[in-house]
């Protein structure tokens, strides 16, 4: 039994009274509606914000994978230019080694080529020399022994005479 007070006075007011089966029913309907009404106006919108939110997180997860991949593919082909470009760079460096060692070589060959030839040329001007010396030595001495000769013989000499005389002179100096 519930107790009310009315105008400073107790009354004792049975149950029954006060839980009436309209005002429950009231009250379920007020509590249905109330429910409904918060599902649509609060959870509903919540949880579609809570799903768009969602979706945002993975659409970025997705673009951050995405672009690790494609990070990872740049590495990639970074990696892979790099390692032509090391190995371009050594069969460049390789290529004018032997480029130049080629050219030493034909610079090497060339400078012995022409030392060989001042050589030869050298050669051939000393025997023209030593052909133009002799000559003038045969000519002084065939002159030299004309002049003795004639000294000694006193008396002119042929060109017969003086002929044997040189190639008599020359016969001895040569086995001298």
């Not at 029913?25 to 009404?37: M, N, Y």
């Amino acid at each position: 039994m519930l107790m009310t007070l009315v105008e400073g006075q107790l009354l004792a007011t049975p149950l029954s009274e006060i839980f009436e089966p309209s005002s429950i029913v009231f009250h379920l309907i007020a509590l249905v509606i109330l429910t409904v009404g918060l599902y649509l106006l609060l959870f509903r919108p919540v949880k579609r914000m809570i799903k768009q939110r969602q979706e945002k997180i993975r659409k970025i997860e997705k673009e951050n994978a995405d672009l690790n991949e494609e990070v990872k593919e740049m590495k990639s082909n970074i990696e892979h230019v790099l390692s032509d470009a090391k190995k371009e760079a050594a069969a460049i460096q390789e290529n004018a080694v032997r480029v130049a060692n080629q050219k030493a070589d034909d610079i090497v060959t060339s400078a012995r080529r022409q030392a060989k030839n001042l050589v030869e040329r050298t050669e051939q001007e000393m025997e023209e020399e030593y052909r133009k010396l002799q000559e003038n030595i045969e000519g002084q001495i065939a002159d030299v022994s004309l002049a003795v000769a004639q000294k000694v013989l006193a008396r002119q000499i042929t060109p017969e005479d003086d002929k044997r005389l040189i190639e008599e002179s020359l016969a001895q100096w040569s086995k001298e």
